[in-house]
């Protein structure tokens, strides 16, 4: 049995065996507590019977007018529990506050060399909106893809019209 519940702080000293994947982003400890104390609402994780975090999902709400939209910040599943449909859970969770929000669209990025995550995102829905240059830094910096669902007050769905071309990280943060 799997519950479900809001990410709380005591979950950061506990979620080493999610954070330890290598295509999982770690960020610092005041980047967590932020969307903890701002966005609580998009901030979920998964609980085994034995109190194991089994994975998470930090998002938020952001932008102004028809730029108004959910974001997916982080999600990851530890690798022994995937396959359960968390991510299912998690993504569709973040969807419905971000309806009832009146967002326009859900937005995330992805390693462009992720295709496990890619495809999974394309299954719920998601497609490639634009291709984020050198996005993820590291040994190695890498591109990531934007990837876009229309919500339903998006009627035209003109949020989710792909770009042509490439653009740079300064081009798509607030």
């Known amino acids: 049995m799997t519950t479900t519940r809001r990410f709380v702080c005591d979950d950061l000293f506990r979620f080493n065996n999610v954070n330890l994947d290598p295509l999982t982003e770690t960020y610092n400890l005041s980047f967590y507590l932020q969307y903890l104390a701002r966005w609580p609402n998009y901030c979920e994780t998964a609980e085994s019977t034995t109190g ?21 910040t982080a999600l990851t599943v530890s690798p022994e529990f995937r396959r359960l449909g968390l991510a299912d859970k998690f993504m569709a969770q973040l969807e419905r506050l971000s309806e009832q929000n009146k967002c326009y669209f859900v937005d995330l990025f992805v390693r462009k060399s992720n295709e496990v995550a890619i495809n999974m995102y394309r299954k719920f829905g998601y497609i490639v909106y634009r291709t984020v240059l050198n996005y ?25 019209i792909p770009l042509t071309h490439p653009v740079n990280p300064e081009d798509v943060l607030p």
């Open 52 to 72: 194991r975090l089994m994975g998470y999902i930090l998002g938020k709400d952001e932008g102004n007018n028809s730029d108004y939209h959910g974001h997916v």
């Open 136 to 160: 993820y830094s590291g040994v190695e910096e890498e591109d990531a893809y934007d990837m876009r669902k229309a919500l339903s007050r998006d009627v035209d769905k003109l949020s989710v």
